[in-house]
């Protein structure tokens, strides 16, 4: 409360309040304080502009506890989960059945098997993870997946982009072309091409 | 145009499929025209165009649309000698005459020849006008294309329009023709699934509404509940507090409370309105969709016409073809696969059913027999009838060739209804003509009709009378794309069996189940039927143990029948066809995929395919029935190896050595092959050679590296090549034994299998 009259009815401690915010907000500007957000826009521009390469817009999404990104333009459709029926005489772990999305069936694959990537616990991802179903390929040959979490889709430059590490560059079979810094993580970006030729022929 | 017998009919259907495309090209040639008026390129398009029109005209002696393209054509001339530079006006009245030569080619304008005439004179008058309106000095021309159409046709021009017209007649004529019915448009099949995928997902959503309205009704009447509460409060307040606070608050609660009651109700009713149009709106827009898959009879039969007057020809009969009820819708699917039976069917009509011209004129009958193609809707199906007015069948010749192939003994022959008798033309390989002709009599027509017309789930029945004719009567369905099948549960997941497919259904007490040689068979009328569950045919689970009943379908016919044990009944539903994704080839068992009243995928089971797994698994010994597995575990199993190479002679070298060594081998011949080999199969050892087809060796190992199952599965590479980097690969990739066929002697190999599995016999 304030140091002035012990006064503790709420309408005036609501006067107070807002006489306090206003002093808050009408006081001058630090010194300096200019200058520094005037640097902080110039440099942004500046940045975007040494960006010549043209930037990349990836969808980023996590199986287990991987984070993985797909190239944005084969992505068709991000959409709930949904009941699939499993196909009989398939022993391989990828088929995992066929799903109805707008209407239209697709084959439902496990990418985490095709990636090689183990049933492991998620990382503990702070708030509520959604799991979703994820429709990539082109034209009448896609393909569905189920994603434990996706993020969205997330633009970046070159830059962002480091080399893979060794064991995952030395594997003849790999699908990851880049390691992409986002948010603090280290995202493996996927060859977008490559996985769906191998989906092709896993499915035959 | 005045005698309109009907050879005059089919030539005026000819015209107008001609005009249909000439006009497309006139019109287009003369928009362009429009923009570019001396362009060399569109003057020839639309000449040649007009050129084609007034010769096929001419053919045909339709006077009046000789006189219209011969003045288009005219124009068109003098421009493209530069005499004349089009104008606007120009391309209005060309483009006139191209909407008059339409009229023109209408049946229904015919009779009214004297206001065609006069519209005609309106054309030439305006081309006229237009003329008048360009530039001076071309009025010549213009006498000219207003003059009565003497000029003679050229030679050529008649034959060319000639061959273009038995070229029109000889390939199936474009959608956009259907002999006077509506205007087609032509569509992709990729588009037209997606449209049947939209469109019942629409009415898939339109569905839900109905269920919310139903829990906004649950809610509503938990609003009547509140109310008695609040009402029971009021009524026990002590005596004297009717007017204090409580009462106050309590009367507040319960007037916002019937606000709420009252705007509820109002939604509700809009919910129900919304829920009632939508769905009529989804249900309209599922079954145009579905309907627009039909195409007219007459589409698919136009060409028959002509082969069939050709055909006669060829006998030495004369004949001609009456196609009744051509604007049928049939199914675009079902009319493909009708090509070839109908075909067959025609040939038959003309070889075996028309009698020549001499016995025809002996029986008092017109020289020229007719064969009628009828289609016609009945009762839910299709009914397509071919039939001749030629001699009939020969019931006692039929009777006699029946004994003479030794088909049934004389007595059980005389002992056959005339419909029994019929029966046995749809015999494979038979035939009662003693001569084989080129165009019927090998004995392989009717049994193929049969087949085919069944691949499309229909039947064909067969009539005759003596000296009136055959006729051969085919049940279709309506569509391909909608099934009628038994929904049912196997393995926790629904299936659908075509009911077409299923002898009947029952559920008996488990108690009923006998076994046999371990096999369980229960009693079905007077035989025992062996069962057996979809689960193991379709390899997905174990049947339900528990419960009293068993829930049975009975496949196959006769002693070959199977009762095939489901997990439950869900009930028949009539499911609309929907392709599986090609890539992932045939499934066995399996013919197509629907989608359920919920959106849910189902399965559509192939019930020949299913009737062939069961006869496998049965002879094969490994049905288990509905009891659970068997006790028994394959005791000392041998060790089972499989070569993948390309190389039939590495291949089956491998395999001797192998087998010779007592380990059993499996084979595949490329890596794709392998890999499939390698998950539908126990195996404990792979030999792959490297540069293979399809798939090669580094990358089925590094597939297999990749699978959690077969990761543990040791590799031996067998490869030609042996520098020391194709090494290092294979064994990078995952091998575990890097060998090269130049060391290629059996005791390394074998030598090496041991090493890494041990000997044949475990």
């Known amino acids: 409360m304030t140091s002035r009259t012990p006064d503790n009815s709420p309408e005036s401690a609501r006067t107070a309040d807002s006489a306090r915010a206003g002093r808050l907000l009408d006081r001058p500007l630090p010194p300096g304080y200019r200058a520094e957000w005037a640097r902080h826009f110039a440099g942004a521009r500046v940045q975007a502009g040494e960006a010549d390469a043209p930037a990349d817009t990836v969808l980023i999404f996590r199986l287990g506890g991987e984070w993985l990104a797909l190239p944005a333009d084969l992505v068709t459709e991000i959409t709930e989960p949904r009941r699939s029926h499993s196909l009989p005489h398939r022993r391989d772990r990828l088929v995992r059945g066929i799903v109805n999305v707008r209407g239209e069936l697709l084959v439902k694959i496990a990418l985490a098997e095709l990636l090689g990537i183990e049933g492991q616990e998620p990382a503990a991802s702070q708030g509520t993870a959604f799991a979703r179903l994820v429709v990539i390929g082109r034209a009448d040959r896609r393909v569905a997946f189920h994603a434990d979490e996706v993020h969205g889709l997330h633009r970046h430059g070159p830059e962002a982009l480091r080399a893979l590490p060794v064991t995952v560059d030395k594997n003849a079979a790999r699908f990851a072309s880049a390691v992409l810094d986002w948010d603090g993580r280290a995202v493996g970006r996927l060859d977008g091409a490559g996985l769906l030729d191998a989906v092709d022929r896993s499915l035959a | 145009m005045s005698t309109p017998d009907l050879s005059q009919f089919s030539m005026l259907d000819l015209f107008r499929a001609e005009l249909e495309t000439q006009s497309q090209a006139l019109t287009g040639g ?28 001419r053919i045909i002696e339709l006077m009046p649309a000789v006189r219209v393209a011969h003045a288009m054509e005219e124009i068109l001339v003098a421009a493209q000698h530069g005499t004349l530079r089009l104008t606007r006006g120009h391309i209005d009245a060309l483009l006139g005459g191209v909407d008059l030569l339409a009229l023109i080619a209408d049946p229904a304008t015919e009779a009214d020849g ?107 009447r938990q609003h009547g509940a509140l109310a008695k509460a609040l009402d029971a409060v009021r009524a026990s307040l002590p005596p004297g507090t009717e007017d204090g606070p409580t009462a106050q608050a309590l009367a507040l609660a319960r007037g916002t409370l019937e606000q709420g009651r009252h705007q509820l109700e109002e939604r509700l009713a809009e919910l129900d309105a919304l829920d009632r149009r939508s769905t009529d709106l ?75 011209p001499e016995r025809r004129r002996a029986a008092g009958k017109p020289e020229e027999g007719v064969i009628r193609l009828e289609a016609r809707h009945h009762a839910g199906l299709l009914q397509i009838i071919v039939a001749d007015d030629g001699g009939g069948i020969d019931l006692p010749e039929l009777r006699r060739a029946v004994v003479a192939r030794r088909l049934i003994d004389e007595a059980g022959a005389a002992a056959l209804s005339e419909a029994e ?171 197509a995929a629907a989608l359920m009243e919920d959106g849910a995928p189902v399965l559509i089971v192939d019930m020949d395919d299913l009737l062939r797994s069961a006869d496998k698994l049965a002879s094969a010994g490994a049905l288990r029935g509905p009891q659970g597995p068997r006790a028994s575990a394959p005791a000392n199993r041998r060790k089972r190896v499989l070569v993948v190479d390309d190389s039939l002679t590495v291949r089956e070298l491998e395999r001797k050595l192998l087998e010779h060594h007592g380990y059993e081998v499996g084979v595949a011949v490329d890596g794709m092959d392998g890999w499939n080999a390698v998950r539908s199969e126990a195996y404990d050892l792979m030999v792959t050679d490297v540069d293979m087809p399809r798939m090669d060796g580094i990358e089925l190992v590094t597939l297999m590296r990749r699978d959690a199952r077969l990761r543990a599965l040791p590799v031996m590479i067998v490869s030609y090549k042996d520098r020391e980097e194709d090494r290092r690969r294979g064994l990078d990739a995952g091998a575990d034994y890097y060998l090269t066929k130049g060391s290629f002697h059996d005791e390394t190999l074998i030598q090496a299998v041991t090493d890494l599995i041990g000997p044949a016999a475990g």
């Open chain 2, 421 to 591: 008798l019929l029966e046995f033309l749809f015999l494979p390989g038979f035939s009662m003509k003693e001569t084989v002709s080129d165009v019927s009599g090998r004995g392989v027509g009717l049994d193929a009709v049969q087949s085919m017309v069944r691949q499309v789930r229909g039947t064909v029945r067969v009539a005759a009378r003596p000296g009136e004719g055959t006729s051969f009567l085919l049940e279709l369905p309506l569509t391909l794309s909608v099934i009628r099948t038994l929904l049912v549960e196997i393995g926790g997941e629904p299936y659908a069996l075509p009911l077409a497919g299923i002898a009947r259904t029952l559920k008996l007490p488990r108690a009923q189940v006998e076994t046999l040689e371990g096999r369980p068979h229960v009693g079905f009328g007077d035989q025992r039927l062996g069962l057996v569950t979809a689960h193991e045919l379709l390899g997905q689970g174990e049947a339900r143990a528990q419960g009293d009943e068993l829930c049975l379908v009975v496949i196959g016919a006769g002693t070959g029948s199977y009762g095939l044990v489901v997990d439950d009944f869900l009930g028949e539903r009539e499911l609309v066809v929907r392709p599986l994704d090609p890539r992932l080839g045939k499934i066995k068992d399996i013919s």
């Open chain 2, 282 to 356: 989804a249900n309209r827009l599922y079954g145009e969709t579905l309907a627009s898959r039909m195409r007219p009879f007459e589409d698919g039969v136009r060409a028959y016409a002509r082969r069939v007057r050709d055909l006669a020809h060829a006998l030495g009969k004369s004949a001609r073809l009456d196609i009744v009820g051509g604007s049928t819708g049939i199914d675009r699917d079902i009319l493909d696969q009708l090509d070839a039976p109908l075909g067959h069917l025609l040939r038959n009509a003309i070889d075996h059913g028309l009698e020549t």
């Open chain 2, 114 to 220: 004297a206001a065609v005439t006069a519209q005609i004179d309106g054309f030439l008058a305006a081309l006229a006008a237009a003329e008048a309106g360009g530039t001076a000095g071309e009025t010549a021309e213009l006498a000219e294309a207003g003059a009565p159409p003497s000029a003679p046709v050229s030679t050529v021009a008649s034959a060319v329009s000639a061959s273009q017209a038995s070229e029109a007649f000889g390939r199936d004529l474009p959608a956009g023709e259907t002999g006077g019915g509506e205007r087609m448009i032509r569509i992709t099949a990729q588009s037209m699934t997606r449209l049947l995928g939209l469109a019942g997902e629409s009415l898939i959503e339109a569905r839900r509404l109905r269920p919310f309205a139903d829990s906004l009704t649950r809610l509503r």
């Open chain 2, 30 to 57: 003369l928009l362009a025209l429009e923009r570019d008026p001396t362009s060399a390129t569109h003057l020839e398009a639309a000449m040649r165009a007009a050129h084609s029109l007034k010769g096929s005209a």
